[in-house]
């Protein structure tokens, strides 16, 4: 796989994989559809986690992942002013965390693809006029060591 990585903390095997969006392992891919609440943290201006719970949805067409909000929120403001982040969910056992950079688009054809995204892995959202989308530009996905296929 292109990009993987094993880790071990106290005796726990953690993967890091860098995307290549053409070949993601299909269980992680699969994990990554399935409907599952995600967490989003962004770093508040003085260096303190901030974490939200979020809807997540990747976008392997446009090599991506995104969430929508609404522009007041204080997660667009964090990662305006900082736009490092990563996204958590959780099943039981089973884990994966995106890591990259985030930042806030208003253009209606983005925000539309966000929507579209976040229709498909979870519902159609409620109207919203104030609302944005975060593109997350993914450096890494980490992930309970079961998502990676074994050589």
Request: aromatic share 6%.
């Amino acid at each position: 796989m292109n990009g993987r990585q094993l880790l071990t903390c106290d005796n726990v095997q953690v993967t890091s994989w860098k995307p290549d969006w053409t070949a993601i392992p299909p269980l992680l891919l699969n994990f990554w559809t399935e409907r599952h609440l995600c967490t989003l943290a962004s770093v508040r201006a003085d260096g303190r986690p901030h974490l939200v719970p979020v809807g997540v949805a990747l976008d392997l067409e446009e090599q991506c992942a995104w969430v929508i909000t609404n522009e007041q929120s204080r997660k667009v403001k964090h990662i305006v002013a900082d736009d490092r982040v990563a996204a958590c969910q959780v099943n039981g056992r089973r884990w994966s965390t995106i890591e990259g950079t985030a930042r806030a688009v208003t253009d209606e054809i983005s925000v539309a693809r966000a929507v579209t995204c976040y229709s498909a892995r979870y519902r159609e959202p409620r109207p919203n006029p104030s609302r944005i989308a975060l593109r997350i530009e993914v450096d890494r996905f980490l992930m309970s060591s079961g998502f990676m296929p074994t050589a």
